[in-house]
């Protein structure tokens, strides 16, 4: 491709990726990089759009922690030179030409570098109305996003434990995850050597845990009460029949909802699955495609999607899925725990504000060093994340402060890695 300076516009424009019709006015973009960061051990990434115009800029989350390095090369390397000399509005163009300029489409590397520029977008876009990003989607439907929060302990006395503490602390929504043998399920921990005579000591057996299961939920509602809504998380571990006999062992529990019964590439044998389930299937943050995502809902896999929104590209297409899910009685539940940054939640929230969709939000409670690297972080009030009305996404990003928290090669990849059965055969983690 050409490139093409000019007294004019004095930063290099590759002349393919301008747009055909007259910019409104000389705003331009002029730079844009990836920065990553780990204030929680967790990396991080996210891209910064700098502009003509002093001080405008946007920061949108392109976060894919087992695999940052990539993410930041093709920010860098791929997408950065395509969008110097483009005026910033042009969000939809923008992000379609990202997309079909690498041919092969899509993938979580390329969806995060494109997500991290669509949602710098969007908060350019709202810091050039003075409007926080949820008014520039048609404004709030709601308050506030009711949250959901995680429980997970060694046992099941000290996961009642954690959650009763939680409900004290406002929340009414708890997802509750205990402790087995071996590794352990996810979301708790495990007890190493919990199969001593198997091949593998530290496998994770799938007969205790659909057996263990349903009395975690037994005894919590016993304990907890009624009221307080319950959800579990299988992450992706069980056959389509071991997810129906699940289901419908939870049934008397009335959870709010299971989710990911099964690995993605199982993800055809959902309708059956769903169709089965006495209880709310959720599912979606492994997937990155938006078409896949659409799939679900159209197909009739899922009762709640919860995409990792920079996952399928950003906030544009996570948008059209909401709107799909409200036209087909789907509801919403994005994925958000700590590996999504701080930009990443407010862009959740602005889709929980404005979308009638909305189901449940998931909660994470970021620590005062991320709060510190991320001024205006959302962190939840009561059980709620409540809107900042702050332009654009609210958030901002200290470069210095960030730089003191250099990213490392993650736990959750080196964990994903060794999920094995006690017969010492990989599992879906
Ligand atoms: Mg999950």
Redesign the pocket.
Known sequence: MTALTTPREPYAVMLETQAPWAARDGLRITRVRPVVTAPEGIPLVVVRVDTSDDGLYGLGCATFTQRFHAVAAAVEHHVAPMLVGRHPADIEDITRMIHLSSYWRGGPVLNNALSGVDMALWDIAGKRAGMPVYELLGGQVRAAAPLYIHAGQATVEETLDQAGQLMREGYRNIRLQVGQPGIGTYGAPGRRGGYPESPHPDGWDVGHYLRTTPELFARARQELGGEVGLLH?V?SRLTPKEAILLARSLEEHRLFFL??VVAPEHYDRLPEVRAASPVPIAVG?LLVSVQDAARLVLNQSVDLLRCHISAIGGLTPARKLAALCELTGVRTAW?SPGDVSPVGVAANLALDLTTPAFGIQEAHVYPDAVCEVFPGTPNPVNGHLHPSGAPGWGVDLDERLAAKYPPVTHLHERWAAGVRRPDGGLEAP
Do not use: I, K, Q, T
Request: net charge negative; no cysteine.
């Open positions: 998380d992450h989710e990911d943050e994925h």
